[in-house]
């Protein structure tokens, strides 16, 4: 009885420390980490460094997995790569002109741990042999066995060089199995993987891959202590947008691409459009600031569920090289353009939904505006879209159909849902003088990975491509009352 009592008085002492009397939740400051040391990766102003020089990681992702079915525990490439010789494919990757790699290692259990870290450590020092660098894509250590099992991994392999970093979580806004998880609870999550790492790992860095910027919902790329923000992102209406949004507030640790691509099967979209996608890509990334460029993945996977699962690659299964895999070698000497380095024209709308705009304001309790909130719509049939606010806070959602959903976050501010169908909206007239109704809406259930979009052609810039007046039709609008976000406050900073 007495040690539950001093459980419930340290659980309320726990609460007072994370509220204060207005019910705002408050967070600890954690610095950057110290990690350099020679032969390793470090990061010094935003930039990642080797030995005094700064390092522009150009990473292609590669699946494997550990093999239980010889007496011999091994690491073996993926099933659908057509091949178990790792080392081909590494020197392979590395004549294109890629520097590391990230390993989706899947592992299906941990009971001969030493033997998983040999297996591990051989296909380490294979990449080595290959002269690429590795990060280390894990499952998310959320139980307490793979705590103790990628614990272990991290202090076996604390003094290789060749791990840069560790991936801790791909992607949590499509596979963390907790659903509306609290953004204090994600970052005490990360903080704890944190801890993991100055213990076990303290040479190397960790971070997580994000997606889409509505990550902010929960797990926060900008609050989040993690070393640096690897984000992901696809569609070609949505990368350019996606990436400004994370430049334009990830300024306090270095942002990098982790995935992208185009799907390309040389049919419905061409190799050739592929090739100038990832050019395009690139002098995005980096003239917006981009530390690193990452590409989604080694070899095609026709066995994926959708299009773009299935062609992203850079070879196809006959094990043919796409011609993108040309360009690999020559990115670092794209320039940086100021004019990509600007806010893209569709940013605030970023697919050109044209049938229905809805406008409003994000502001805090005092009253002072948001910039860079992300307000996320759905429709009665759960269609989602997405937009920012403006440095008033302003924001204006466009979409193809009336949204009824919302939910609304921005950096370091919690996260508020809520409802709304009653919202009154106002009719414009069509060129022919016919007013619109929503029967009459064009494309109403029109999915974004459904939308087409103009191939990204090589020297042309953002500006040319999209028509910024398409941007900002609409056929009815409406308007919401302003939304009030809480500030989550920062101790120690």
Known sequence: ????????????????????????????YYGPRDTKREGFVYIEDRHFMIDGKKWFPIMLNYRNYVNYDDEIIRVSPSNHYHNNCMADDFKTIASMGFNCLRICLKWDNMTDTAAIYQAVGNMIDTAAQANLRVMMLLYPPLDSAKIAFEA???????????????????????????????????YNVVASWREMMCQNAPNQLF???????????????????????????????????????????????????????????????????????????????????AAGFGWWEYMDDPGEVNFEGCYTAL???????????????????????????????NYYNMLGYNNVALSGRVVDYDGNPINGALIRGWTKDWIGMNTYSDANGCFVLYSNDFNIHFEVSAPYMQTVKFSKIN?????????????????????????????????????D?????????????????????PIKLKRIKVRGK
């Open 1 to 28: 009885m007495r040690r539950a009592f001093f459980i419930f008085i340290a659980f309320l002492e726990l609460i007072f420390l994370s509220c204060n009397d207005e019910g705002i939740k408050t967070i600890d």
């Open 152 to 186: 272990g991994l991290l202090r076996h392999f604390a003094n290789n060089s060749t791990i840069w970093a560790y991936d801790f979580f791909n992607e949590p806004l499509y596979f963390d199995q907790v659903p509306d998880r609290d953004k204090i609870d994600a």
């Open 207 to 289: 971070t997580i891959a994000f997606s889409e910027p509505i990550e902010v919902f929960e797990w926060d790329p900008v609050m989040l202590p993690v070393d640096f923000v690897e984000m992901h992102t696809y569609h070609p209406l949505r990368v350019a947008s996606e990436m400004y949004w994370y430049s334009s507030n990830c300024t306090e640790k270095p942002w990098m691409v982790g995935e992208v691509s185009l799907p390309a099967d040389n049919d419905s979209i061409s190799y050739e459009e592929q090739r100038q996608f990832m050019v395009q890509a690139f002098a995005i990334a980096r003239s917006m600031g």
């Open 315 to 345: 070879v196809n299964p006959k094990r043919q090289m796409k011609p993108a895999t040309a360009e690999v070698a020559k990115l670092m000497s794209i320039p940086v353009s100021e004019e990509l380095a600007n806010m893209p024209p």
């Open 423 to 459: 919202i009154k909206y106002t009719y414009a007239d069509s060129a022919d003088n016919i007013k619109w109704t929503p029967e009459s809406f064009p494309n109403r259930y029109l999915e974004y990975q459904k939308i087409d979009y103009h191939p990204f052609l090589e020297g």
């Open 461 to 481: 810039s953002l500006t040319l491509i999209f028509n910024p007046k398409f941007f900002n039709q609409y056929k009815a609008k409406g308007s919401l009352s």
